[in-house]
Every structure is written in structure tokens, then in C-alpha cells.
């Protein structure tokens, strides 16, 4: 067969086919032209069959049509609305399987929370016991012994000391030390300073039958009639009077403490020598620098030298003349400006060439003798530190202010007075690192001890309390300022929840420090410096065990 019949016969294969798709199409038609199409439940849509029987009733036709199109808008919609109505179940499946997981995860942490707690539960329990087992043995303390002075024939003729004049039995170590301060009425600024002072302390109480100790504030020469005050009981057990004033008190002889400046009666160890402070209070920012260490003038004294002296004076005053011929070294015996002073007495020069003198001095001489006023000996002390240089004392006479819990060594230097033909040779060999060393605790002693009245006043008080053994109370607690804010919130790390396929070893709760656990130790180790008014819960010096110390039982 050739290529042409090949294409001619070609479209006559297709032809049985074609008839038999014509003929479908026909059936098709005639079928739905003669029978109703039903549309359930819609009235409205229902196809009169007759109207096609007449092909030339174009409105019928139109009807039926327009008919078609609502049937097709009706269904179109209510297609949309079951694809809303499934869209928004769908919403609602995705959300409720997001809740599920959210309560799974919680499920999870708490149920690793709960472990926490009973783990904390059983660690409180063993705790428990093991303070039951070791201080349930220890008694509470029994009622104090009365006062005993009487019965070991103690008279208010004697020199006093805590043993003989001091009832203990108003002091319980659990009591708080309560003290009781006597009404006080003065437009004195100096008074009203140690009222306010005394007053703000946390051992002040209204209530004077518990009290421990009674205070009485006084100045100068006072006249005291010590026994109109309410609980004196005739011998002032337990009363301290305190003195501001710079003369000396002169008060009936009973078993009171004294405590001033100017000392012409003192009993060591039981009265106290006050510092001298101004009644204002002095800013640290105002003070002059330790450093430069080294300055133009390496010893120096500023002061009227007694006219009337002993041969022993007059061979120290003129071994410090010999010193004098040095440059670095600076004795003016003379006062410039007119001083009113007792003839055998040293006297303060009130020019201002002594401040200037000690700001550039390293140290500063201060006789500790007994021609020296106590008040004056004070307050050099007081000019030589708030001026930045070192005390250096000359003698042995007086006992130096707080000495009962103030490490004045590490602050100033002290001579007997047969060395002080050597004071230059041993000065000049001490190191610049222990000069700062002086300096700076000079400065902390200043800043802590005689910068204000109320400084000074609450060491008075836990001198007292020392003395007596007496522990401070716990420091108060204290809210820490909030570092974060909105703006800035605290990252925190989420750790990952353990799903049990992991063994960390054995699960421990986290405990707090040891806290409160030498509250009747810590005292006998008094801080010497600003906040011994406190017991703090453990400090980094507290002393340790060793680590075997535990599996060799207990005291």
C-alpha cells in the first residue's frame, strides 16, 4: 500500500468510533429532556418538563436557566460554608493538640518538681533528726545567782572592777543586753547628739525594770543628785555616767562606771576613756589622701612644753632638741599664737601651722605622759588621724580610747620615753608597705570610731556588751535593690527536663549556708572593726574542721 491510501484510509479507521460517540451524545439528550429533575427540598427549582416538549417557548427556557444558576449559587455557598466550618474544626484540632503538648510538658516539670520535693522533704526530715540528736541534750540556761558583792564583803570605798561592782544576774546572755536610758533635758548640741545616738541604738528599751545597764548623760561639772534618779538602789549597780563634756566629773563614790575624756579618777577595766569627737559629723570625702607616703617631714610636734619640769623631763626634752637639728624632723615647743595653759602642763597651739605641720608629716609625736591633759592627749590623737598621719606615742601613761577591742597597733606606733633618743633611726627603717599599712588602719579606725557622736556611741555600747559577754543581735535582713525591670529582664537558662533515660546520680535539693551557729563564740573574737554592732550568719574567717573530723563522732 502507498503512502497516499495509507493516508486516505486514515480518517476512515475513526469512523466507527466517532458514530458510536454521536449516537451516546443522543441518547443522552433525549433522556434528560424527557424525564423531571427533582431538586430535594427546594420548590422553588423545580422543571416543568413540559416547557422543553415546545422548543419555541423561549421564556420557559429562560426560566429553566436561570433556575440552573440559583441551584449553582446555592450549592456554591453552601460549599464555602462546610470549607469555613471544617477550616475552623481544623483550627480548633491544631489548638487542642497544642494545648495537649503545652499540659504534657507541664505534666512532665511537675512531676520532676515533685520529685524535688520529696527529695526536700526527706532531706528536712533526716535534718530534723540530726539537730534532735545533737542538741536536744542541750538546757535551756537556768536563772542567774543574785548579786554576790555582798556577801563577799565588797565596799564602794574600793577601787571597783566588773567582778565587785557589776550584777550580772540583770544581764542573761539570752536577754538582748537591754539598756535604759535616763531622760534627758538640754539645749546642748553635743548632748542632744549622744541622746539621739544612744537612742538609735538596737539595745534601747522603755521598759527600765528589765534593763541591764541605765545610762546618764552628763556634761562637764555637772552637779549629779544620783539619788533622785528612780534606780540608782543606793550604789548605781549597772549605771554608767557618761561625761562629754572636756572637764573632768566629779561624782560620789558608788559602783557606777565612768565614761569620758578628761580622766582624773579611772578604774581600769571598768571605766571607760571616751575619744574626743566633734558634734559633727566628718565626711570621709573631706579628709586628705594617704598617699603621697613619703613626705618632707618625717617626725613632727606642735606644742607648748611645760615651764615646770623634772630632771627626768628636762633630759627627754632635750634629747627631742638634739633630734630637732635633723631637717626631716620637727619640734616647735614654742606657740606662736598665745596659749592659756598650766605651767606644767603640755598645751595645744590653736595656730594653723599644727595642722599644716602634721598634713605633711608621716608620723606625729604625742607624749603619753602624765603632765599631759587626757583630753588633749585625745584629740591629738584625733588631729594626727583625720590629718592622715601616724601617732606616735611617747610614753605609756594613758590607756587609749575602745582599747578593750580596737587593734591600736596595727595604727600607731609606741615608744617608752628612755628610747627616744633612737626615734629617728627606728622610723627611718620602717617600710613604705608598712607606713600604708598604718595609715590605712588608721583611717578605718578614724572612719569608724571618731568621725561622728553616734560612731562613737554605739562602741561605747559594745564595749560594754563585750566586756559582759555579751552577744550582738543578727544582723537585720535587708532587700536588695532590683536590677531588673521590664526592660531589661533577668535571663534565666531552661534547663532540659529529664525523661528518666538518663542516671545522674542521686538527686540532692540545693541547702542554704550554715547561718547563726556561734552565736556565744563569735563575741569572744570581737570585730575590731565597724560592724561589730551585728553577729552575721558565717563570715570567711570562721575556723573549720577538719574533713574527717565527722566519721569520728561528735563532742
Not at 200 to 205: A, D, G, K, L, R
Amino acid at each position: 500500500m502507498t503512502r497516499q491510501q495509507r493516508i486516505f484510509l486514515r480518517p476512515l479507521r475513526c469512523l466507527p468510533f466517532f458514530l458510536f460517540g454521536t449516537c451516546i451524545v443522543i441518547i443522552c439528550i433525549f433522556t434528560l429532556t424527557s424525564k423531571r429533575l427533582p431538586v430535594k427540598d427546594d420548590p422553588s427549582v423545580e422543571i416543568d418538563i413540559n416547557a422543553f416538549n415546545d422548543l419555541a417557548n423561549k421564556d420557559a427556557f429562560l426560566r429553566h436557566a436561570d433556575d440552573m444558576h440559583r441551584l449553582r449559587k446555592s450549592i456554591i455557598n453552601e460549599l464555602s460554608q462546610l470549607e469555613q466550618k471544617r477550616n475552623k474544626l481544623k483550627a480548633t484540632v491544631q489548638t487542642l493538640e497544642d494545648s495537649h503538648k503545652d499540659l504534657s510538658t507541664q505534666l512532665k516539670d511537675m512531676e520532676h518538681e515533685l520529685s524535688q520535693i520529696k527529695v526536700d522533704v526527706k532531706n528536712m526530715i533526716l535534718t530534723k533528726k540530726e539537730i534532735f540528736s545533737e542538741y536536744s541534750s542541750v538546757p535551756l540556761p537556768l536563772p542567774m545567782l543574785s548579786d554576790l558583792s555582798a556577801s563577799t564583803g565588797t565596799h564602794m570605798n574600793l577601787n571597783c572592777d566588773l567582778n565587785s561592782c557589776f550584777d550580772y544576774s540583770r544581764c542573761s546572755v539570752i536577754s538582748g543586753f537591754p539598756i535604759y536610758l535616763y531622760p534627758t533635758y538640754t539645749d546642748d548640741n553635743l548632748l542632744i547628739a549622744w541622746k539621739s545616738a544612744i537612742e538609735n541604738s538596737n539595745h534601747i528599751t522603755n521598759k527600765p525594770e528589765s534593763a541591764c545597764m541605765y545610762f546618764l548623760l552628763v556634761k562637764d561639772d555637772t552637779k549629779i543628785n544620783t539619788q533622785s534618779l528612780e534606780y540608782w538602789k543606793g550604789d548605781g549597780r549597772n549605771h554608767i555616767i557618761i561625761n562629754v563634756g572636756l572637764s573632768s566629773l566629779t561624782s560620789p563614790k558608788s559602783r557606777a562606771m565612768v565614761a569620758q575624756t578628761n580622766r582624773t579618777k579611772f578604774d581600769r577595766g571598768f571605766d571607760i576613756f571616751l575619744p574626743y569627737v566633734d558634734v559633727l559629723p566628718v565626711d570621709y570625702k573631706v579628709l586628705p589622701l594617704l598617699l603621697p607616703l613619703r613626705k618632707k617631714i618625717l617626725l613632727s610636734f606642735y606644742g607648748q612644753s611645760p615651764t615646770i619640769l623634772s630632771e627626768g623631763e628636762k633630759e627627754i626634752l632635750g634629747a627631742i632638741n638634739k633630734l630637732n637639728s635633723s631637717d626631716i624632723i620637727s619640734f616647735i615647743t614654742q606657740c606662736t599664737a598665745k596659749s592659756v595653759c598650766l605651767p606644767d602642763q603640755w598645751c595645744l597651739c590653736s595656730d594653723h601651722h599644727a595642722v599644716e605641720s602634721e598634713r605633711s608629716s608621716i608620723f606625729v609625736m604625742i607624749p603619753n605622759c602624765a603632765n599631759m591633759p587626757s583630753y588633749q592627749f585625745t584629740y591629738r590623737i584625733y588631729r594626727a588621724l583625720i590629718n592622715g598621719a601616724i601617732p606616735v606615742l611617747l610614753g605609756d601613761f594613758y590607756q587609749l580610747p575602745f582599747s578593750d577591742f580596737i587593734s591600736w597597733e596595727k595604727a600607731i606606733v609606741s615608744f617608752p620615753l628612755q628610747r627616744v633618743t633612737e626615734l629617728e633611726y627606728i622610723l627611718r627603717n620602717i617600710l613604705e608597705s608598712d607606713i600604708m599599712s598604718y595609715k590605712k588602719h588608721g583611717r578605718i579606725i578614724f572612719n569608724d570610731y571618731f568621725s561622728s557622736v553616734e560612731k562613737a556611741a554605739h562602741a561605747l555600747i559594745n564595749t560594754l556588751r563585750y566586756r559582759i559577754n555579751m552577744p550582738p543581735p543578727p544582723v537585720p535582713e535587708a532587700v536588695s535593690t532590683l536590677v531588673y525591670d521590664e526592660h531589661h529582664p533577668m535571663q534565666t537558662f531552661q534547663s532540659r527536663v529529664d525523661n528518666g533515660n538518663e542516671i545522674l546520680g542521686p538527686i540532692e535539693a540545693p541547702f542554704p549556708s550554715p547561718s547563726y551557729q556561734r552565736n556565744f563564740t563569735s563575741f569572744l573574737q570581737f570585730s575590731h572593726w565597724s560592724h561589730s554592732s551585728y553577729i552575721f550568719p558565717y563570715t570567711p574567717w570562721d575556723p573549720g574542721l577538719p574533713t574527717d573530723a565527722k566519721y569520728h563522732g561528735k563532742l
